[in-house]
């Protein structure tokens, strides 16, 4: 007796591919390049990064979309939905790594600390001469989260240890949260020195980071991002950064990776990551069987294990 198959329609983590063998019959390749045949074999789909709609109405007799990360920007879930097509992704289990990424990039790009290190391989750390004092400190800092979702809750825990005034902005307060809430980014940014980007992609998000809430948050404030690079008009951010509408900057994402702006690289006062906030052996590890365990379950029990909100079938 055959096996369901499941497409890959590109790069993947490893594990993923292995559990999948498994289980189901694994067909590598861009559902555009598969004959009608072929096409009407798929029931599943196991992806990272894109599935558009046309991808969706390649496949007729697909059932479940399982992607890879807790963001899905890039998977048309509202077309899948049509169709009654499930998409799933993989929240939580990659919360707390990227909640770490966070305050790292934050202590970084307040105390300087990757510059500092340079400093000192660069055989700078002599007799008499020591690294500059740092300009800011997180010391009695007042830090607002954008985005106080699974992710930005995590954050906000992390912050509470090191003695920091906490507040948020979400479109709808969270009743429990004990932050101080505003209504709306400008008015977040007018009273944080600090102020770090968890959101999503969604039109509603777009270039929302811009030189009007830059100028904003002041000279003395610190912008960090481990949402979404579409979150941030990246031209105003350089331009702020250059001319000390704020002091510094930490990214983990970009707007068109993995091309990173010429006018962020050449800045003293920007800590860049290459897009890592999760990237830890065990935690993509978890995201990965994640992945997997959404087809497994649903091909076997009929549910999904973490649908989206969009998805036709709740878990």
Known sequence: ???????????????????????????????????????????????SGTFDSAAIDSLPKVE??????????GVD??????????????????????????IGLLLNAVRELPRAENWLRAGNWKPGQNYPLSRFSLKGRHVGI?????????IAKRLEPFKVKISYHTRTRHATAPYGYHPSLKD?????????????????THKTINADILSALGPDGVFIN???GWT??????????????????????FYNEPNVPASLLDLPNAVLL??????????????ADLVVDNLVEWFGKGRPLTPVPETPAKG
């Open 1 to 47: 007796m055959s096996r369901i198959a499941v497409l890959v329609p590109g790069k993947i983590h490893e594990r993923v591919l292995t559990r999948l063998k498994e289980s189901f019959d694994v067909v590598e390749a861009n559902p555009s390049t598969l004959d009608a045949e072929a096409a009407g074999k798929i029931r599943g789909v196991a992806v």
């Open 64 to 73: 479940l979309i399982s992607s890879f990360g807790v963001g899905y920007d």
């Open 77 to 102: 879930a509202k077309h899948a939905a049509t169709k009654g097509i499930i998409v799933t992704n993989t929240p939580d289990v990659l919360n707390d790594e990227v909640a770490d990424t966070a």
């Open 146 to 154: 954008y985005g106080l979702g699974r992710i930005g809750q995590e």
């Open 188 to 204: 977040l940014a007018e009273a944080v020195d600090t102020l770090i980007s968890i959101v999503p992609k969604t039109q509603q």
């Open 226 to 228: 481990v949402g979404r």
């Open 232 to 253: 941030v008009d990246e031209e105003a951010l350089a331009a702020a950064l250059k001319a000390g509408t704020i002091g510094a900057a930490g990214l983990d994402v």
């Open 274 to 287: 290459p897009h890592l906030a999760s990237g830890s052996v065990p935690t993509r590890n978890a995201m």
